[in-house]
């Protein structure tokens, strides 16, 4: 069997994961890319798979990064299940028709803009189009990955003709409708809207069995890259192998070329409603065989509600024996609010383990607290502003919960709090109504009759208007607002009304992607480029890392631990190898070391990489 890393592979968004046996074939979650453009038009790329041959989609939690892609792969003819926890399903509705409205939105606006200034937008296509090309270059490589660099250097050679290196049209998205079809649900259809730029990247084969059955669409040729050596991954006695592609099939398949427009949405509001009927609800501990062969177990996350980790049994054949896989989604925090605490797991061959915060420590939570009633305090004693980028989807109720808290325990004053997200809203609705997945303090809190997610001074803001509304609002108060990254949202707004204002504070309470603005003001940018204007920073940034959703080093290796602990290297249980994913790469890098350390074997995918399983 064979897994493949379609996201969050050396960067923080985009999970997904393609699973196939002889018999069968899922993804595990089906995420969005967000965060800088460079990140983002990975969206763009052509689906890895034809989507008709999946069997069934495993979400493990509802954050876009992880569900966002699926009503896009539903439209292209996705017709299975998707699995997912009640919760998720519930939050995951407003997470996609929220996506398929900002998306139409975002086109239109790109269309107005189109008119108004066609030069900047051609400039813009420009860069897009170059961003696309060189996401598709990378997602080659990391299927490449197996090949010996020289090699892979002189296959390209051989083929430069077919590269884009002309400097003449940009390159081109291709809609999955006109992609070929094949039988063979082992054979992976990706990489069609590649051939036009680089004919040597090669088309992932099909498992590369012991005893070698000839297969007709992937039967080497004479210039067949299949016969460079397959590369072990980690240094187990069984490890997962890479998989070599053949530089004929590549050729063969090479799809018409078409012109595809980098401003459509990727899907609507329509959609993704469209998609909503495919999903269907599950109990965390209750086995169910998603897929002939496949059978999965979620089990209790903690990052968000409904999130989980998901435990798979894998039989290539009927009877044949079974490989145990764990794939971590992401992971919480112990002794958080709200939410239980990740569930431990013990056994696996195989683990994925999210790498977000490798090399990097959350404060205690009583200093996290500490920070906030401190920002609380000093936007109180200045008549400031305090705005919190927040995720509408549990940072936005446990900061909530924390204000709450704070206040009964005397140790803020009583703000106005506006929260200024209708998902956010929204979401916390989902809360209320599911105190099944409450741990025992807050079931304990709502036992008698407190209302954990509720402040006591909020303003619920539902249209745009009231949301311009707040900047006249009598100070001092406070604003809760997404998006967490200040990469777009209503936070924007407030952002662009308070940046150079001395008595405001801007706190962030989770992760800043790479290249996006909350990054920039977090690392001190003195200077931040707004609407194409540059405006001086004047106001506090500050950070607290303790409300993060994410474990952080050390509970992360403590997860892993519990796959090694009390067993002998290589035993029952012990898994073959651990792949490190959902990072950035010095997070991985820093992380890495440290697993090795607890005696696993370690690989960190590259995107689009394909390993054996087995
Ligand atoms: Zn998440």
Redesign the pocket.
């Given at each position: 069997m064979h897994l493949q890393f379609l996201g969050a592979a050396t960067t923080v968004t985009g999970s997904q994961y393609l699973l196939s046996t002889d018999r069968a074939r899922i993804l595990i979650d089906c995420g969005m890319f967000q965060g800088s453009p460079n990140e983002s038009i990975r969206n763009r790329i052509p689906l890895a798979y034809d989507p008709a041959t999946i069997d069934a989609i495993l979400l493990t939690?509802a954050?876009l990064?992880?569900c966002g892609l699926i009503p896009h792969v539903v439209k292209a003819g996705f017709k299975g299940p998707v699995w997912a926890t009640k919760g998720t399903v519930e939050l995951a509705t407003l997470v996609l028709l929220d996506s398929g409205k900002l998306q139409e939105e975002f086109a239109k606006r790109q269309l107005r803009r189109a008119k108004h200034d066609p030069e900047r937008a051609a400039t813009f296509e420009k860069r897009d189009s170059a961003a696309l090309f060189a996401a598709e270059r990378l997602a080659d490589d990391g299927v490449d990955g197996a090949l010996d660099p020289a090699d892979a250097a002189v296959a390209r050679a051989a083929t430069a003709g077919e590269s884009n290196d002309d400097g003449g049209r940009p390159p081109v998205a291709i809609p999955v409708g006109e992609r070929r079809q094949f039988d063979d649900p082992r054979v992976d259809p990706g990489h069609f809207g590649n051939r036009r730029f680089d004919a040597a990247l090669l088309v992932a084969g099909p498992p590369q069995e012991a005893g070698g059955a000839s297969d007709p669409v992937s039967s080497p040729g004479p210039s067949d890259l299949a016969a460079a050596p397959v590369t072990a991954v980690g240094a187990s006695s069984a490890p997962p192998t890479t998989i070599a592609r053949d530089p004929e099939q590549a050729l063969v398949r090479q799809p018409p070329v078409l012109d595809a427009d980098l401003d459509e949405p990727l899907y609507d509001a329509q959609d993704a409603q469209a998609a909503l009927a495919s999903f269907r609800g599950i109990d965390y501990d209750m086995e169910i065989e998603v897929a002939p062969g496949i059978h999965a177990t979620y089990v209790d996350a903690g990052?968000?509600l409904g999130?989980a980790i998901i435990r798979l049994r894998v039989a290539d054949q009927d009877g044949g024996p079974e490989l145990r896989l764990v794939f971590s989604?992401?992971l919480g925090r112990t002794g958080t609010p709200i939410l239980r605490d990740p569930t431990v797991v013990t056994d696996a061959d195989y683990v994925l383990v999210e790498s977000t915060y490798g090399g990097r420590e959350h404060e205690p939570e009583a200093e996290s607290n500490k920070l906030l009633a401190d920002a609380v305090k000093l936007v109180a004693d200045h008549d400031g502003v305090l705005l919190v980028p927040s995720f509408a989807i549990?940072r936005t109720q446990e900061v909530v919960w924390e204000l709450h808290r704070l206040i009964e325990a005397g140790q803020i004053p009583l703000l106005q709090l506006y929260l200024d997200s209708p998902m956010a809203s929204k979401a916390s609705d989902v809360y209320r109504h599911h105190p099944d997945y409450y741990d025992a303090e807050t079931t304990a809190l709502l036992a008698a009759h407190d209302a954990p997610l509720d402040y006591p001074k909020q303003t619920i803001t539902n249209d745009v208007k009231q949301s311009e509304a707040i900047a006249k609002a009598p100070r001092p108060y406070m604003i809760v607002a997404s998006n967490g990254m200040l990469t777009g949202g209503r936070v924007v707004g407030h952002l662009r009304n308070l940046v150079d204002d001395p008595s405001a504070v801007i706190l962030f309470v989770g992760y800043q992607g790479e290249g996006t603005l909350g990054a920039h003001l977090q690392a001190g940018a003195t200077t931040i480029k707004l609407d194409g204007e540059v405006r001086r920073v004047r106001c506090q940034v500050r950070s607290i890392s303790g409300f993060s959703?994410?474990a952080d080093e050390s509970e992360l290796l403590a997860w892993v631990g519990n796959f090694a602990t009390g067993k002998a290297p290589g035993g029952p249980g012990w898994p073959k190898t651990v792949f490190i994913v959902h990072g950035d790469p010095d997070a991985q890098a820093a992380l890495e070391p440290k697993i090795r350390a607890l005696g696993l074997n370690t690989h960190i995918p590259l995107w689009h990489e394909i390993v054996e399983l087995r």
């Open positions: 939690h954050h990064d992880h990052h968000i999130s989604g992401d549990g959703a994410h």
